[in-house]
């Protein structure tokens, strides 16, 4: 079993940044991809960015390319997501999410999943 914790969402102003993390526990070998998710009010749970062990393969939604950054930092068992020049659409909760798969985009093979934060983005 893997635990994840999110944390460093909060209210931002458009155009301004803001950092999450991302903490795993528990049975950590088993992951291998991590990914970003996120989903606005009335809105399915859509893909933000992910990145394989290695830090090699990385995919980014269109909507984010060139703004936000996904890192990983694998002694520390974390994830990273840096948002830059944030926009209003930005705004969702942000879900940290693991996977044993080697490299996918299907939010169906992401096993576990965090609570979610909240990411506010004000114009």
């Known amino acids: 079993q893997v635990q994840l914790v999110e944390s460093g969402g909060g209210l931002v102003q458009a155009g301004g940044s803001l950092r999450l993390s991302c903490a795993a526990s528990?049975?950590?070998?088993?992951?291998?991809?991590m990914g970003w998710f996120r989903q606005a009010p009335g809105k399915e749970r859509d893909l933000v960015a992910v990145i394989d062990w290695s830090g090699s393969n990385i995919y980014y939604t269109d909507s984010v390319k060139g703004r936000f950054t996904i890192s990983r930092e694998n002694a520390a068992n974390t994830v990273y997501l840096q948002m830059n020049r944030v926009k209003p659409e930005d705004t969702a909760v942000y879900y940290c999410?693991?996977?044993?798969?080697?490299?996918?985009?299907?939010?169906?093979?992401?096993?576990?999943w965090g609570q979610g934060t909240q990411v506010t983005v004000s114009s």
């Open positions: 999410a693991a996977t044993r798969d080697p490299f996918t985009l299907q939010i169906s093979n992401f096993g576990s």
């Open positions: 528990g049975r950590t070998s088993r992951i291998y991809t």
